[in-house]
């Protein structure tokens, strides 16, 4: 890593394992040497230290969206590609793109789903399909815990809450890769072309199971933003996909990393795990 203290700028390579393996020395070292810096590689402004970070989020001059104050040539944007129209065509409604109203619009319909005591319902299920995949490990006498354990226990657990059939989760996960791959530094031709045609397939799977539920709802979160309605204010059928799209990809990728991460935590720790738990459900039993 190196630092042009003039310009305030940094010199470092997100693709470099020894950063991404451990980015916090990285960091420490920014902090204190400038915490407001120009990140070369990225091509753009950054701020690490808590305050600055802190009051960027909050301040309502930032945000996600910018074409309501200026066009794409004033801001030296590039034109939108055709070869991403249907990868875009589903950002265009992301939770994660919008800001109020209509963010919050968005987020009304899909809260019931999050609030503790429909995740509690959850908890019987997801500790039988838990229980099932750890029994398997046995067999083998090792296990690669991310392939085996982190990656299908969320996606089966987000598919199921949506009302996306289980024999699907494979291809979900292989969309949900591709999909995510953009939001990752430095993309390339074949990436786009992956995650143009991942929205695409999974657009039109979306449609049919949609077209299902509005024949017969169930009692599961697709049938909920279907039937869902605010004096009139229904989601969009463009709503809809793009809404379950976010669901099942955010709903399993961060928590892929996090299983991950809080093994290896864990383990490298050497935490006491009897400990461990019996301080979460004290926690637990304090709130
Ligand atoms: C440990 C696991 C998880 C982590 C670390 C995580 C992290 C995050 C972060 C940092 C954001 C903000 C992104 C941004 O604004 O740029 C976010 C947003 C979001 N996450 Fe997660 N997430 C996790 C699990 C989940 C799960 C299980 C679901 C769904 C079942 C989910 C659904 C969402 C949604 C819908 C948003 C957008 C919210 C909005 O804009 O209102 N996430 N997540």
């Known amino acids: ?18 950063f991404y393996g451990n980015p916090y020395p990285y960091y420490d070292a920014i902090r204190k040497e400038c915490p407001a810096f120009y990140w070369n590689d990225y091509g753009m402004w950054c701020f690490a230290g ?33 070869q991403l129209a249907d990868f875009d065509a589903i950002e265009a409604h992301s939770l994660l793109e919008l800001e109020p109203p209509a963010h919050t619009r968005l ?9 503790s005591r429909q995740v509690e319902k959850l908890r019987p299920d997801i500790e039988t399909l838990t229980h099932a995949t750890i029994d398997r490990f046995a067999e083998d006498g090792k296990v690669e815990l991310i392939k085996a354990f982190a990656e299908p226990i969320p ?18 996960l292989d969309w949900s890769h591709k999909m995510v791959r953009m939001y990752m530094f430095d993309t390339d031709d074949e990436i786009e072309r992956d995650a143009n045609g991942a929205a695409q397939e999974f657009a039109a799977c979306l449609t049919e199971l949609i077209a299902e ?3 017969k709802p169930t009692d599961d979160l697709i049938s909920h933003m279907i039937t869902s309605d605010r004096g009139g204010d229904r989601l969009s059928e463009d709503e809809l996909i793009s809404t379950s799209v976010l669901l099942l990809n955010a709903g399993h990728e961060a928590t892929v990393h996090q299983t991950g991460n809080a093994v290896k935590a864990i383990l490298e720790n050497n935490l006491d795990h009897g400990s461990l738990f019996a301080d979460a459900a004290s926690t637990e039993a304090a709130i």
């Open 1 to 18: 890593m190196k630092f042009d203290r003039k310009t305030r700028s940094v010199d470092l390579n997100p693709r470099d394992p020894e």
């Open 50 to 82: 808590f305050d600055d970070v802190n009051r960027l989020l909050r301040d309502k001059c930032f945000g996600r969206q910018i074409l309501h104050v200026a066009t794409r040539e004033e801001l030296g944007m590039p034109a939108p590609r055709p």
């Open 107 to 115: 987020r009304v319909m899909i809260n019931r789903a999050f609030v």
């Open 155 to 172: 996606v089966s657990v987000i598919a199921r809450m949506l009302g996306v059939p289980q024999e699907f989760n494979h291809q979900l």
């Open 213 to 215: 539920r509005r024949r």
